[in-house]
């Protein structure tokens, strides 16, 4: 079994910042991208970041410039530190990570529980 536990969500002021961490566990062989996905009420969940086991990274325009994306191999851990946020933000947060428990095993998607993050004055 894999799981993803996430972290570091909560209520930030208009312009404040946060730092989110997911971390892997489980029985994993390896893992080739993780990501952060948000989906805001009555709203798609869509893709925030990602970034793959050689640090490629990729982000939702929205984010760019005030969302920054990294990974600890060593220790499987997804981090997403969120500045200038922005009452639009306000979403449930999900970590993602595509990995493969064994070689004779598919890739898959797995998922955390998600994050309340709330930006208001």
């Known amino acids: 079994q894999v799981q993803l536990v996430e972290s570091g969500g909560g209520l930030v002021q208009p312009g404040g910042s946060l730092r989110l961490s997911c971390a892997a566990s489980?029985?994993?062989?390896?893992?080739?991208?993780m990501g952060w996905y948000r989906q805001g009420p009555g709203k798609q969940r869509r893709l925030v970041a990602t970034?793959?086991?050689?640090?490629?990274?990729n982000y939702a325009d929205s984010v760019k410039g005030r969302f920054t994306i990294s990974r600890d191999n060593a220790n499987n851990t997804v981090y997403l530190q969120m500045n200038s946020l922005k009452p639009e933000d306000t979403a449930v947060y999900y970590c993602?990570?595509?990995?493969?428990?064994?070689?004779?095993?598919?890739?898959?998607?797995?998922w955390g529980q998600g994050t309340q993050v709330t930006v208001s004055s």
């Open positions: 489980g029985n994993i062989f390896s893992i080739y991208a």
């Open positions: 993602n990570a595509d990995l493969r428990q064994d070689l004779r095993q598919p890739r898959r998607n797995y």
């Open positions: 970034i793959t086991s050689s640090d490629n990274t």
